[in-house]
């Protein structure tokens, strides 16, 4: 059951719904890291304009996320390996 919600990005309401409790929290987080970023460019930048701020936000938001799923994708291979080393390992004794 979707719930309404209303969250507020860069001083702007925004109504949207979350599907579920842990999607609501999910997005409240967002929004808040979001505006903490924000704030920091505000202080940062103040003679840019608010939309390249949100641009230097989405940027780094997105290099967070593509280096979080690299790092996601070397710690599954080396999980992987070292399932097959234990296997090995284990197969050894079953010989």
Known sequence: MDQNITLSI?????PLKASSPETEQVM??????INAMLDKYNA?????????????VALQQTVSRISAERKLVALNAKLD????ELGDYLAEFEE
Do not use: T, V
Request: proline content about 7%; overall charge positive; hydrophobic content about 35%.
């Open 10 to 14: 860069a001083g702007k309401l925004y």
């Open 28 to 33: 409240r987080l967002a929004a808040e890291s």
């Open 44 to 56: 940062k930048f103040p003679d840019r304009n608010p939309d390249e701020k949100m641009a230097f």
């Open 81 to 84: 390996s070292l399932e097959k």
